[in-house]
């Protein structure tokens, strides 16, 4: 079993950034993929990125790549998910998710969620 709880959502004006952190307890960190998604009102949950276990190959959706910085401290157990150049398209509750050990984009891959972290941007 692996227990997410996710931090550092909030509010924030269009350009602006936020830090979503994610911490894991249960098992092994640095052998389980991190991954982010996000739902926004009346949508379906969405890939975001995902990085394996030792943090080398990241994977970013085409929306946010160059935007967003997905990274992992497996001596802290948490993975970050450092947002840049928010805009209100990026508005959704994000999810923290843990895979079973390589980087998936769907979500069937992953069986354990926390969750979830409210970000709002505001144009």
């Known amino acids: 079993q692996v227990q997410l709880v996710e931090s550092g959502g909030g509010l924030v004006q269009a350009g602006g950034s936020l830090r979503l952190s994610c911490a894991a307890s249960g098992r092994t960190f640095s052998s389980i993929g991190m991954g982010w998604f996000r739902q926004a009102p009346g949508k379906e949950r969405e890939f975001v990125a995902a990085i394996n276990w030792s943090g080398s190959t990241p994977l970013y959706a085409a929306s946010v790549k160059g935007r967003f910085t997905i990274s992992r401290d497996n001596a802290k157990n948490t993975v970050y998910l450092q947002m840049n150049s928010l805009g209100p398209e990026d508005t959704a509750v994000y999810y923290c998710?843990?895979?079973?050990?390589?980087?998936?984009?769907?979500?069937?891959?992953?069986?354990?969620w926390g969750q979830g972290t409210q970000v709002t941007v505001s144009s």
């Open positions: 998710a843990a895979s079973l050990g390589a980087v998936y984009t769907t979500r069937i891959q992953y069986p354990y």
